[in-house]
């Protein structure tokens, strides 16, 4: 038994006055002889016993009840557990992650938990209550009750481990309880791994949707299609269904295509849309969920790209390539081999290396690292030389070497309809093509033909992304140039050099992409949405500025990369679709706390004080009332 007053107790020490007046009124009498007095001393014997014990019975009622309205007032009790007896500091986590959008019995799970939380906090305590993006110190739920109303959902960007370090660091380092309450719908598979870090006092409360299902536009796939965009939309069930969903594409806030994804008893839908190459796109995909509604809306984004950069290196007539490349699509220059200057390959997408004498070593390894960089290249041999001289830039891109001439004719005969250069070109998989003639080639051992001639020798083969043909271009060698597969030939190539940008990024994501610009070396850039800025990240690399982000970005929509008013570029950011899957997380078991009541009635009753001083009362009243029955019933 313990005492919330214990100096009290002192004053049992007044009981010794009561017992010193007992004795005081118990002092001996003096003994005077009479004779012939026997019968009468008998008498007075029997009657001094008698009152002495009634005398020490009233003293010990006496005391009994004074010391026992001593005791009530030193507030005696017995604590529920060891936890009551320590002073307490309580955290709640309460999860608002996407997933909490999922519906519960009271609208959304992160505002069921919200209220509940509330309702069940005591109005006379200090809390810390977290969030994944969130601290709120010396919370109380009476003067503080609308910041916590406010939480708003977060984008994730770390594991329940590291949430749980975080969480730890949020406790004072004084000798006290220390509560964790972790409040979630515990999706992510990596709670499974987590561990009581804090003594014991760790308490789960698992929230339930009351529907697993969910739609989700997950991903997207942009391939060029002609002079079209063919874009790929992934549409996402967490349950098989047979549901067709009604799918809408908007460029700005235009809607202009809609499209249904069907699902035939899978968990997947592919939709696929036609966008124009030629303008911008500031896209928005949609469709209608009401379960989870974060993932209703998917950004991308496609700019308005500058000329493809073709460069070609001529020891011949690049008479044919300017007509090939003279569209407002293409920026071309032709230099004569003798009056290269290598500096001007580090800004072009396509190189074409037409009939050299030689290749020095030092342009192979600037062509290698142009290949490296994203850009394509393209060798037209000189069948008039030694083949020899392309053969180190061959074998530096996994090709085997020329062997010596043939200076046989042979037609071109075979297209290989299904490598990339060709793919959605031709409507049929005609083989007509004896019109294209070859006087002389070099014969090359490969198996990835991509033209092949009659004697199913390469007319053109390709390897990370050196594309090679056999045989002089020239008139006098070949016809091919004012054939039917000169045109799409050359775009096709062309277009492989032409690198389609990155359509969106994902938010909490290392994200980083360039923008080309003549901007002056002190130009900050910023990504601007809906009247609200921020400044990226951003490195200059010559006429290229790097941005990088994965912080400052909190919200998912199109961005407008700015320079001052100026805009450079429109950036997509998505959330992570990691929250769209609703799962049963079984491993985790919930034997206890199932809701936010339950867990805070039973921590109520931990700290609970079995008080005491009511007893001692009636046991005061008790020794008042004996003592009573005492002084009327012993005479």
């Known amino acids: 038994m313990l005492f919330k007053n214990p100096e009290i107790l002192y004053a049992l020490f007044l009981l010794v006055i009561p017992i010193l007046i007992h004795l005081f009124q118990l002092r001996r009498f003096k003994k005077t002889p009479f004779t012939n007095v026997a019968f009468l001393e008998t008498v007075i014997q029997n009657t001094r016993k008698s009152s002495s014990l009634k005398k020490w019975l009233i003293l010990a009622t006496r005391l009994l009840a004074i010391a026992c309205l001593v005791i009530a007032f030193a507030g005696p009790y017995i604590p529920a557990t060891n936890l009551a007896l320590q002073s307490r500091e309580t955290l709640i986590f309460i999860d608002n992650s996407f997933s909490m959008q999922a519906t519960g019995k009271k609208g959304d799970l992160l505002t069921e938990a919200k209220q509940d939380v509330l309702a069940s906090l005591s109005k006379d305590e200090n809390y810390t209550i977290a969030t994944w993006d969130d601290v709120l110190r010396d919370f ?4 503080d009750r609308n910041e916590l109303l406010e939480l708003d959902f977060a984008a994730t960007s770390s594991s329940p481990q590291n949430l749980l370090l975080k969480l730890n660091s949020l406790f004072s380092n004084t000798q006290t309880a220390k509560q964790l309450l972790l409040i979630s719908d515990f999706q992510d598979a990596e709670w499974n791994a987590i561990t009581d870090s804090t003594n014991g006092a760790q308490h789960l409360v698992k929230l339930v949707p009351t529907s697993l299902e969910n739609y989700a536009l997950d991903s997207i796939s942009l391939q060029r299609a002609g002079n079209n965009y063919d874009l790929e939309v992934f549409v996402k069930s967490n349950q098989k ?11 700005k806030n235009k809607l202009i295509a809609k499209g249904s994804a069907k699902f035939e008893d899978s968990y997947q839908a592919v939709i696929n849309f036609q966008i124009d190459s030629d303008e911008a796109v500031e896209g928005r995909l949609s469709i209608t969920d009401p379960h989870l509604k974060f993932d209703n809306n998917f950004y991308f984004s496609i700019n308005k790209t500058e000329p493809l950069k073709v460069l070609a290196i001529s020891n011949a007539s690049d008479a044919f390539l300017q007509r090939l490349y003279q569209s407002e699509e293409f920026q071309y220059t032709g230099v ?24 020095p070593q030092a342009l192979i390894n600037l062509l290698q690292q142009h290949t490296q960089d994203g850009g394509t290249l393209i060798l037209i041999p000189n069948t008039s030389i030694n083949p020899s001289a392309y053969n180190k830039l061959l074998n530096t891109f996994g090709l085997s070497s020329f062997k010596n001439l043939e200076a046989t004719p042979q037609r071109i005969t075979t297209i290989n309809f299904d490598h990339p250069l060709y793919k959605n070109v031709f409507t049929g998989r005609s083989t007509n093509l004896q019109t294209h003639q070859v006087e002389g080639y070099f014969p090359l051992e490969t198996s990835d033909a991509i033209l092949s001639l009659e004697n199913k020798r390469p007319f053109l083969a390709e390897s990370n992304k050196l594309f090679v043909f056999t045989s002089s271009l020239s008139l006098t060698n070949s016809n091919f140039i004012n ?3 000169i045109v799409p030939t050359f775009d096709k190539i062309a277009l492989e050099a032409l690198q389609l940008p990155q359509t969106h990024y994902t938010i909490n994501s290392k994200n980083t992409f360039e923008v080309s610009t003549s901007l002056p070396q002190d130009a900050v850039l910023t990504l601007e949405k809906n009247g609200n800025s921020l400044i990226p990240l951003q490195q200059r690399q010559g006429q290229k500025i790097s941005i990088s982000t994965q912080d400052g970005i909190v919200e998912d929509g199109l961005y407008a990369l700015k320079s001052k008013q100026d805009t450079l570029a429109v950036v997509a950011f998505n959330y992570a679709r990691a929250e769209s899957v609703l799962t049963e997380n079984a491993a985790l078991v919930f034997t206890e706390n199932t809701t936010i009541p339950n867990l805070f009635n039973k921590l109520e009753q931990d700290t609970n004080l079995n008080l005491l001083y009511k007893w001692f009362v009636i046991f005061a009243l008790l020794a008042f009332l004996a003592e009573m029955l005492i002084l009327k019933l012993f005479k």
């Open 483 to 485: 054939g039917q597969l």
């Open 140 to 143: 109380n739920p009476v003067a």
């Open 241 to 251: 269904t047979t549901t067709d969903l009604p799918v809408s594409l908007f460029n």
């Open 336 to 359: 004569a081999e003798n009056q290269l200057d290598y500096s001007l390959l580090s800004d072009q997408n396509l190189i074409i290396l037409n009939e050299l004498k030689t290749i």
